[in-house]
């Protein structure tokens, strides 16, 4: 099934907002949060998987409890923009676990990259690693996180 010939319904959004809060709940326990039966709710559940709607069911963890303290937003300018330099910039950061989100940009910087590490000398090490010592990188601008007073995944459907 397609995204593109997938139709939400109300029953759908119940579901999508019901697991985005939580998705431990059981198949039978969403059932009954959203007022449909196991069966139609398992259905459901598995054409938004197929459709590409849900991505994945993950679990959050709290970063100072496994000791990742220190979040940096990372502003990356290239030298040379072409797609397939872009393209390579992304796949050179990709396989890099601190690296928790990246985005193209625009106008500005090319990405902006949140960055999640231990502390200080973790981020100089990872900076040396993947801004340092790319060819490409022609800017490296980062902002430390001093609090976070918000952190939400939830998307309002």
């Known amino acids: ?32 949060l959203v007022h449909v039966s196991p069966p139609t709710c398992l259905r459901r559940v598995k054409q938004m998987h197929e459709a590409g709607i849900i991505a994945r069911q993950v679990t959050l963890v709290v970063p100072e409890k496994v000791g990742a303290r220190l979040t940096a937003i990372v502003e990356i300018t290239l030298d040379v923009q072409a797609a397939e330099r872009m393209d390579e910039f992304e796949q050179h950061v990709a396989g890099e676990a601190a690296v928790m989100q990246c985005y193209r940009v625009s106008p500005g910087p090319d990405f902006v990259l949140i960055v999640q590490v231990a502390d200080m000398p973790a981020y100089h090490a990872l ?25 939400e995944t939830r998307i309002p459907v």
């Not at 900076?127 to 022609?138: G, T």
């Open 1 to 32: 099934m397609s995204e593109q010939h997938y139709q939400m319904d109300d029953l759908d959004r119940r579901i999508l907002n019901t697991l985005q809060l939580d998705s431990s709940h059981t198949n039978a326990e969403l059932a009954e």
């Open 127 to 151: 900076a040396h690693k993947l801004f340092a010592a790319h060819a490409n990188v022609r800017n490296v601008k980062t902002y430390f996180s001093t609090f976070r007073s918000k952190f």
